[in-house]
């Protein structure tokens, strides 16, 4: 039986790269039915903001795959981006980008790359919740949550698993942002424990990208967040050949998206010259993931194949290795001709299984107790110094909070803060209970009341203050649920 699947052929080379993959998936038999919508450009161009068209929503969700072709998000304001919707409306959360160095008929001065990078797709700062508060400050939030998490990290190993991977290295900053990459890292270790048989190693991202730059086949499956893998897997795409090569799967419950790593190339649209190999590879991930591993392994080896041959695109032509520069169609041509055979250098592969039967647990959301501990009110000033909003904060009537202390981008400015640190008008002031004992370093906090909190703001605006928004502190099991200041 065949399966149903979505295509959209894009903007830029995407109609280029999608004949050439349509045209070898068609010569190989791959058991598929076809429908075709059309996102990108002139969807957005007729008004709608997100890049497709309503009623397009229905075949996209019958069929539950989707083979993309990139498409141009237009600039300036107002149009959201369509990659980033689809991702989330329809809950892909890990994105799965093998990376494979095919030397040395694609250069890189890394022969041993193989790797799969898994990046966590729905989260982090790509939440895209982004606000401008006052004249001087943006702020965009970032969200990790423990569900989020819990699934990104069972499919990293499980896919370690099913691909006969031996270590996952888990990459995030918790040394910088305890809470939230903390909860990152937390959840890396507790769901690592129930795979022994695999290797788990955790790098901060920074040390982390530069070893993936210098030392990259030390890695084996790499699990990160959103943006850190959005970076890093370009990096890696690049040092291994080159980003017109590599594909990339998108996968949720019940629905995947398949596509090429780069973007719609608009510099070379419409000479015919684009490499398909990316969309193409994302194509024969799309194979695997339908259970037709076996058309997969006959594409990929005639693509491995064809390489070998020395028939090149533009892209990763070097007349040292190369034997005829060719187009798109060509090329695509070149890999028909090769189906059947196998790389004779190059690894052969096999027909993999199906990485589509990984199952996610359900979520169980454990018990804790929430308490109500305080409140960070953030405030647009500019009439003075950090001490004179400190004696004005210090001053209002309230009954049951009182100020803490007062942080201007995260650094503690009152009480004794020093004149050197450069002040914006956005200020975080902390207010507690007044029953809140000071020992060492942390307070004592006490339980406050929501009307604390709706006492504060009110007292404060009728001071004459301009309050912008207000974050509560909690503590989760008696554990602060909210970082220290810088200086605290
Ligand atoms: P790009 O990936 O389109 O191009 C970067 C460079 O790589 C260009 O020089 C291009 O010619 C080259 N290149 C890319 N793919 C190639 C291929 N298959 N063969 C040969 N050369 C290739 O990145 P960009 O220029 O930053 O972005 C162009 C547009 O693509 C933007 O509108 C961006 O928003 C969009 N984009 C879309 C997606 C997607 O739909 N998944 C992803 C990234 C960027």
Redesign the pocket.
């Known amino acids: 039986m065949n399966t149903p699947i979505t295509i959209a052929r894009?903007?830029?080379?995407?109609p280029e790269?999608m004949e050439a993959t349509l045209r070898i998936l068609k010569a190989a038999k791959a058991r598929i039915d076809i429908h075709e919508i059309e996102i990108?450009e002139k969807v957005y161009h007729q008004g709608h903001t997100s890049g497709i068209r309503p009623s397009d929503w229905k075949t996209l969700r019958d069929n539950h795959i989707f083979l993309?072709?990139?498409?141009?998000?237009?600039?300036g304001g107002g149009y959201k981006?369509?990659?980033v919707t689809i991702r989330k409306t329809l809950g892909l959360f890990a994105n799965v980008r093998p990376c494979q160095a095919l030397h040395p008929f694609v250069p890189t001065r890394f022969p041993a790359i193989d790797m799969v990078i898994i990046r966590e797709n729905e989260e982090d700062l790509y939440a895209g919740i982004e606000h401008r508060q006052t004249q001087d400050a943006t702020q965009c939030l970032k969200l990790i949550t423990r569900p989020g998490t819990e699934k990104i990290m069972h499919y990293a190993f499980e896919y370690a698993k099913a691909d006969g991977r031996q270590k996952v290295t888990c990459m995030a900053k918790d040394n910088i942002m305890k809470i939230t990459d903390g909860l990152f890292h937390k959840v890396f270790d507790e769901i690592g424990v129930q795979y022994p048989k695999i290797e788990k190693e955790y790098k901060i991202i920074d040390i982390g990208s530069a070893l993936l730059a210098d030392r990259p086949h030390d890695f084996d499956v790499v699990v990160t967040e959103n943006l850190y893998g959005d970076i890093i897997s370009d990096i890696v795409a690049l040092i291994s050949g080159?980003?017109?090569?590599a594909g990339?799967a998108n996968i949720g419950e019940s629905f995947a998206m398949f596509?090429?790593?780069?973007?719609?190339?608009?510099?070379?649209s419409g000479q015919g010259?684009?490499?398909?190999?990316?969309?193409l590879n994302g194509a024969i991930m799309m194979l695997t993931h339908i259970g037709q591993g076996d058309i997969a392994a006959t594409i990929k080896n005639a693509w491995l194949r064809t390489l070998e041959d020395g028939i090149h695109?533009?892209?990763i032509y070097r007349e040292e290795v190369s034997k005829k520069r060719v187009g798109?169609i060509e090329f695509a041509d070149a890999v028909i001709a090769n189906l059947g055979k196998k790389p004779e250098i190059l690894e052969a592969v096999t027909a993999g299984e199906s990485k589509g039967g990984i199952t996610i647990p359900p979520y169980r959301r454990q018990i804790e107790h929430k308490e109500l501990v305080g409140v960070d009110l953030f405030l647009d000033w500019r009439e003075g110094s950090a001490d004179d909003l400190g004696h004005i904060l210090t001053s209002l009537p309230l009954r049951h909070l009182k100020l803490k202390m007062i942080t201007n981008r995260g650094v503690k400015v009152y009480p004794d803060g020093l004149p050197e640190t450069f002040c914006a008008d956005h200020w975080r002031c902390r207010f507690i209970s007044k029953q809140a004992q000071s020992t060492n370093l942390e307070p004592d906090y006490r339980p406050i009341p929501f009307e604390g909190i709706l006492e504060t703001m009110h007292v404060a605006h009728a001071a004459g203050l301009d309050v912008i928004k207000i974050e509560n502190l909690y503590e989760f099991d008696n554990k602060r649920g909210f970082s220290l200041a810088q200086g605290e």
């Open positions: 894009g903007d830029g080379i995407g790269i990108g993309k072709a990139p498409i141009t998000t237009p600039s981006s369509l990659n080159s980003v017109g090569m990339s596509e090429a790593i780069h973007g719609s190339a608009p510099d070379i010259i684009a490499n398909p190999s990316g969309l695109t533009g892209d798109t």
